[in-house]
């Protein structure tokens, strides 16, 4: 078995769009790992009790206990992980939610609502 060269975090609280997404990094980068995880709560806990850190943080803004743009703003504090970019994925997209992510310094944002983007998101980053 191949080793993984490069490792995402996946932060999405819908089982389908979790399946989608990992399905579709195997067809983009098999030599990717992805980690997912349903909130920024469970992200955060991830990242320091398993000493993750992913080259990349992929993440919703819409999940229950903590949301995209909180998580963000607690990555953004701490220096062990201010480094990783974070891509949001989501379908609250707006000119506001644009605003405040790249405020909160995520690396972009980009709207689920159009369809085939996820492979292109994913060749770019990965």
Do not use: W
């Not at 980690?35 to 992929?58: C, M, N, Q, R």
């Not at 803004?61 to 953004?76: H, S």
């Amino acid at each position: 078995m191949a080793s993984k060269t490069k490792s995402c975090l996946l932060i999405e609280s819908d089982p389908e769009d979790q399946e989608f997404f990992l399905n579709t990094i195997s067809d983009v980068a098999s030599d990717v790992g992805c980690y997912a995880v349903s909130d920024g709560e469970e992200a955060l806990f991830t990242l320091f009790k398993e000493d993750f850190k992913p080259d990349y943080i992929f993440t919703a803004l819409t999940m229950p206990r903590m949301n995209g743009l909180e998580f963000i703003k607690v990555l953004k504090g701490i220096e062990k992980f201010r480094h990783i970019p974070v891509i949001v994925y989501t379908f609250a997209y707006s000119e506001d939610h644009i605003h405040k992510v790249t405020k909160l310094g995520a690396t972009a944002i980009y709207s689920k609502a159009r369809m085939g983007v996820l492979k292109d998101i994913l060749k770019k980053y990965l």
